[in-house]
């Protein structure tokens, strides 16, 4: 059960993992509730407890790092934000382990996608195309 603010920052830093206005992603489900799912559905309750405790180290990294809301950044202030928490000495194992899964959950949905499927795989959904003449 997350908090609405956390809920929202979650999906701002996924946001900026995978920007939605440079790709275009036609799918039932948006790249938060498509993580949350997976998270909740796919991994073990000590990682989901991990991620929380990271999701809090993170929380609290924002408010001792920057003077503005984390939303309120600018673009490169954000992506100097995130690379310190996901690889900064300084961070938590939960803190990074949460950066990583928001990343490789991000990274899934987008995989998973039929455009990535089917503009960089050149992928074919079943039945595929139908060749009624062809030479054995």
């Known amino acids: ?80 934000v995130i690379t310190t928490a996901s690889e900064g000495e300084e961070s938590s194992d939960a803190l990074k382990y949460f950066m990583g899964t928001n990343k490789e959950l991000a990274v899934k949905y987008f995989t998973q996608s039929e455009y990535f499927l089917t503009t960089h795989l050149e992928f074919e959904f079943v039945p595929g195309r139908y060749i009624g003449c062809a030479t054995v």
């Open 1 to 80: 059960p997350l908090e609405k603010e956390q809920y929202k920052l979650i999906r701002l830093l996924q946001n900026i993992i995978l920007p939605k206005k440079e790709i275009q992603i036609k799918s039932p489900e948006t790249v938060l509730d498509f993580s949350l799912s997976f998270l909740n559905d796919c991994y073990k309750k000590e990682d989901i407890q991990e991620y929380l405790a990271g999701l809090a180290d993170f929380q609290l990294f924002l408010t001792e790092k920057k003077e503005k809301p984390f939303k309120e950044l600018e673009p490169t202030e954000q992506l100097e």
